[in-house]
């Protein structure tokens, strides 16, 4: 559904049009993560966890139904276009592969058989599917686009600002709870103000887009996002509430300025009758930051409690000032990185400036 969805706004609207309704596009979607984690809480405390997934079937089942009737086919297929089935199936299998060892290599060992059989597998076809890419006329995914530098390295750049963003929803709701001692209403009310400064930077990003270059407002949206992640790293075990609450909107407007930018870059360079395929990577790099923030992220935490854990005990502190000062200071650390991530993101983009400027020097 959310790799459709960009794809079938943008053929729906000219191209000069594209930057605000992708604009809006994010926009919407910001709003129902705004709502989320404020409805999911009310939910869990009603009806328990399952209330939670069982209230997504009247929405899914008004979505469907709207889309059944709502949404047309935006152009036709070229006579004797096929669909790459094989090529497909070796993409998806080689990107559950790598998705399941990123989640579960920690569980069951880096270097242990099922990580490293699933690790060979997904690589196999990952070959597999360069191999065949590379010898079929109509791919699922051609990977000539990658031969053009500034579109791999925003590629990049997607899936380092969603490694970093994700600290946010990895680490913050622990943060509130269990150091700033928040109650769960306010925890959800809280950790909504990143979707919001998205909510609010996705139409001015939009807007900003078809007047600026997409690459200066992604290079602007980066750098409030790593200011953001700074800024949370710096968080004591009680901050201001109006601290909180700035810095997460800081976070999530810098990324909404990211996210619409680079998806209008992402859209643009691809034709129009590939644009199932612009969707798709969008969300396909969103997903590997998000699954690498995940797992990055928590053994990066866990790597900077054993290590305070064990200089604060050696200090002689009580289990429970150890507890809570462990947790935050390695909460910093992780969030110190992930500003620097963002930064990496950032300077991704600045190199594909410098090459853009090369290539038409030459």
């Not at 080689?94 to 060992?109: E, H, K, P, T």
């Not at 006329?137 to 579109?151: C, G, I, K, N």
């Not at 990185?337 to 991704?348: D, E, K, N």
Request: hydrophobic content about 55%.
């Amino acid at each position: 559904v959310f790799s459709c969805a960009p794809a079938l706004v943008t053929l729906a609207f000219p191209d000069t049009e594209r930057g605000k309704v992708l604009g809006l596009y994010t926009m919407l979607a910001a709003i129902a993560s705004t709502l989320g984690p404020l409805l999911g809480g009310q939910l869990v405390a009603l009806w328990g966890w399952s209330g939670v997934l069982l209230s997504r079937v009247p929405g899914a089942s008004v979505a469907a139904r709207l889309a059944s009737g709502g949404i047309r086919r935006p152009g036709h297929l070229p006579p004797g276009q096929r669909f790459d089935s094989l090529g497909a199936m070796l993409l998806t299998a080689a990107l559950v592969g790598w998705l399941l060892v990123f989640q579960q290599g920690s569980r069951f060992g880096w270097l242990a058989f099922p990580t490293v059989l699933l690790g060979s597998v997904a690589g196999c076809c990952l070959l597999g599917f360069v191999w065949h890419t590379l010898h079929t006329a109509e791919p699922v995914l051609d990977l000539r686009f990658f031969q053009h530098l500034p579109f791999t390295l925003a590629n990049l750049a997607h899936v380092l600002v969603n490694l970093a963003s994700f600290t946010v929803l990895l680490l913050v709701p622990y943060y509130l709870l269990n150091v700033y001692h928040a109650s769960a209403l306010l925890g959800g009310a809280l950790l909504a103000m990143a979707p919001c400064g998205s909510l609010l930077a996705a139409p001015i990003s939009g807007w900003c887009v078809s007047r600026l270059t997409a690459r200066h407002v992604s290079l602007v949206g980066i750098g409030l996002t790593a200011v953001g992640l700074f800024g949370i790293s710096l968080w004591p075990s009680q901050a201001n509430l109006l601290h909180i609450t700035g810095l997460l909107a800081l976070q999530g407007f810098g990324a909404g300025l990211f996210q619409v930018a680079n998806m209008d870059f992402v859209m643009g360079t691809i034709p129009r009758h590939q644009q199932g395929v612009a969707g798709s990577l969008t969300m396909l790099t969103r997903t590997v930051g998000v699954v690498a923030g995940a797992t990055l992220g928590s053994f990066s935490f866990a790597l900077f409690q054993t290590s305070y854990t064990q200089q604060l005990h050696a200090a002689g502190l009580g289990a429970a000032t150890l507890k809570t000062q462990v947790f935050l200071l390695a909460f910093q650390d992780v969030f110190r990185y992930a500003a620097a991530v963002a930064l990496l993101a950032g300077l991704c983009l600045w190199s594909g400036r410098l090459s853009s400027a090369r290539d038409v020097r030459h």
